[in-house]
Protein backbone atom coordinates (compact mmCIF):
# COMPACT_ATOMS: atom_id res chain seq x y z
CA UNK A 1 0.00 0.00 0.00
CA UNK A 2 1.08 3.75 -1.22
CA UNK A 3 0.18 6.12 1.65
CA UNK A 4 1.80 8.77 2.93
CA UNK A 5 1.63 10.59 7.15
CA UNK A 6 -0.97 12.98 6.91
CA UNK A 7 -0.41 13.73 10.93
CA UNK A 8 1.48 11.69 13.74
CA UNK A 9 -0.81 12.44 17.33
CA UNK A 10 0.41 11.26 20.65
CA UNK A 11 -1.27 12.01 24.28
CA UNK A 12 -0.64 10.34 27.84
CA UNK A 13 -2.95 9.65 30.52
CA UNK A 14 -2.02 9.49 34.14
CA UNK A 15 -4.06 6.48 35.30
CA UNK A 16 -4.84 7.53 38.64
CA UNK A 17 -6.07 10.68 37.71
CA UNK A 18 -8.49 9.40 35.24
CA UNK A 19 -9.57 6.67 37.67
CA UNK A 20 -10.43 9.43 39.57
CA UNK A 21 -12.12 10.88 36.95
CA UNK A 22 -14.26 7.59 36.53
CA UNK A 23 -15.39 7.73 40.28
CA UNK A 24 -16.52 11.36 40.25
CA UNK A 25 -18.64 10.73 37.09
CA UNK A 26 -19.11 7.02 36.56
CA UNK A 27 -21.68 8.24 33.68
CA UNK A 28 -18.18 9.74 31.84
CA UNK A 29 -17.11 6.43 30.76
CA UNK A 30 -20.69 6.19 28.50
CA UNK A 31 -19.67 9.50 27.05
CA UNK A 32 -16.63 8.84 26.03
CA UNK A 33 -16.27 4.88 25.32
CA UNK A 34 -17.99 2.61 23.08
CA UNK A 35 -20.17 -0.64 24.58
CA UNK A 36 -17.53 -2.55 22.45
CA UNK A 37 -14.74 -0.75 24.19
CA UNK A 38 -16.45 -0.75 28.09
CA UNK A 39 -16.81 -4.25 27.67
CA UNK A 40 -13.10 -4.94 26.72
CA UNK A 41 -11.78 -2.69 29.35
CA UNK A 42 -14.03 -5.03 31.76
CA UNK A 43 -12.61 -7.76 31.48
CA UNK A 44 -9.89 -6.80 33.78
CA UNK A 45 -10.60 -6.29 37.64
CA UNK A 46 -9.61 -2.98 37.22
CA UNK A 47 -10.48 -1.81 33.71
CA UNK A 48 -8.82 1.98 33.89
CA UNK A 49 -5.81 0.98 32.38
CA UNK A 50 -7.30 -0.09 28.92
CA UNK A 51 -9.99 2.88 28.73
CA UNK A 52 -7.40 5.31 29.75
CA UNK A 53 -5.54 3.86 27.18
CA UNK A 54 -8.27 3.93 24.50
CA UNK A 55 -8.73 7.78 25.63
CA UNK A 56 -5.14 8.92 24.95
CA UNK A 57 -5.71 7.08 21.47
CA UNK A 58 -8.50 9.22 20.96
CA UNK A 59 -6.79 12.32 21.30
CA UNK A 60 -4.03 11.22 19.52
CA UNK A 61 -5.85 10.77 16.93
CA UNK A 62 -7.61 14.36 17.08
CA UNK A 63 -4.08 15.49 17.32
CA UNK A 64 -3.04 13.56 14.01
CA UNK A 65 -6.22 15.14 12.38
CA UNK A 66 -5.02 18.43 13.27
CA UNK A 67 -8.14 19.74 15.54
CA UNK A 68 -9.05 20.35 19.33
CA UNK A 69 -10.95 18.51 21.65
CA UNK A 70 -14.61 18.72 21.05
CA UNK A 71 -14.58 19.31 17.05
CA UNK A 72 -16.29 15.35 17.12
CA UNK A 73 -17.20 13.09 19.70
CA UNK A 74 -14.97 10.74 21.35
CA UNK A 75 -17.22 8.35 20.66
CA UNK A 76 -16.86 9.16 16.59
CA UNK A 77 -13.49 7.38 17.29
CA UNK A 78 -13.46 4.00 18.48
CA UNK A 79 -10.41 1.65 19.16
CA UNK A 80 -11.08 -1.89 17.71
CA UNK A 81 -8.71 -5.17 17.35
CA UNK A 82 -7.32 -5.54 13.67
CA UNK A 83 -7.32 -8.83 12.41
CA UNK A 84 -4.35 -9.98 14.08
CA UNK A 85 -5.22 -8.29 17.17
CA UNK A 86 -3.43 -5.08 17.12
CA UNK A 87 -5.59 -2.08 17.77
CA UNK A 88 -6.73 -0.31 15.28
CA UNK A 89 -9.24 3.12 14.87
CA UNK A 90 -12.72 3.14 13.78
CA UNK A 91 -13.81 6.17 12.92
CA UNK A 92 -17.85 7.33 12.68
CA UNK A 93 -19.76 10.07 12.60
CA UNK A 94 -18.14 13.82 12.19
CA UNK A 95 -14.90 12.23 12.27
CA UNK A 96 -15.02 9.70 9.64
CA UNK A 97 -16.81 12.91 7.40
CA UNK A 98 -13.71 15.04 8.50
CA UNK A 99 -11.33 12.07 8.02
CA UNK A 100 -12.60 11.83 4.51
CA UNK A 101 -11.92 15.63 4.06
CA UNK A 102 -8.62 15.32 4.91
CA UNK A 103 -8.02 12.86 2.45
CA UNK A 104 -7.55 10.08 5.44
CA UNK A 105 -7.56 6.51 3.98
CA UNK A 106 -6.22 4.58 6.89
CA UNK A 107 -4.12 4.63 10.55
CA UNK A 108 -1.62 2.98 11.82
CA UNK A 109 -2.02 3.22 15.84
CA UNK A 110 0.21 1.81 19.27
CA UNK A 111 -0.81 1.77 22.71
CA UNK A 112 0.79 1.34 26.03
CA UNK A 113 0.71 1.53 29.41
CA UNK A 114 1.95 1.32 33.00
CA UNK A 115 0.55 1.80 36.25
CA UNK A 116 0.88 5.26 36.37
CA UNK A 117 0.47 6.47 32.41
CA UNK A 118 -1.34 5.13 29.43
CA UNK A 119 0.05 6.52 26.38
CA UNK A 120 -1.18 6.60 22.44
CA UNK A 121 0.31 7.12 19.31
CA UNK A 122 -2.06 7.83 16.00
CA UNK A 123 -0.70 8.02 12.44
CA UNK A 124 -3.58 9.10 10.01
CA UNK A 125 -2.75 7.67 6.48
Known amino acids: MDAYVIGVGIDAVE ?5 LALQRTPRIAERLFSDAERAYAARRRDPTERLAA ?3 AKEAVMKAMGVGLWKFSFR ?6 GPLGAPAVKLEGQAAVLAEELGITGWKLSLTHTDRTAQAIAIAL
Request: glycine residues 0%; proline residues 0%; charged residues 50%.
Open 76 to 81: DVEVVR
Open 54 to 56: RFA
Open 15 to 19: IDRFR
